[in-house]
């Protein structure tokens, strides 16, 4: 299903994944930051939290060129979480909040 594309005051594209995280009513943006804005001189990705009261929170800025490595990291994580046996201590120490 594609994203709803939004633009900030700022003019700059976003998404926000509405699903609510870690069972608060705080959500995750990502937003497009093209050169030259916010001083940088490459395209990048910006996350963000955008928390219970509509602020947003900032979170990392990615180069476009490493968006693949990271994304690459994150399915990689997740794998080897998903993938080794875990004793019951062990899955429970690693919890989410």
Not at 58 to 85: M, R
């Amino acid at each position: 299903m594609a994203n709803k594309i939004g633009t900030d005051s700022s003019q700059q594209r976003f998404v926000d994944i509405s699903e609510p995280i870690h069972g608060h009513k705080e959500h995750i943006r990502v937003t497009f930051i093209p050169a030259g804005k916010a001083g940088y001189t490459v395209d990048s990705i910006r996350l963000q939290i955008r928390a219970s009261d509509g602020h947003l929170r900032q979170g990392p800025e990615i180069p476009t060129s490493k968006v693949g490595e990271v994304y690459q990291a994150i399915i990689d994580l997740l794998n080897d979480s998903f993938a080794s046996p875990k004793s019951p201590q062990q899955a429970s120490e690693n919890e989410p909040f």
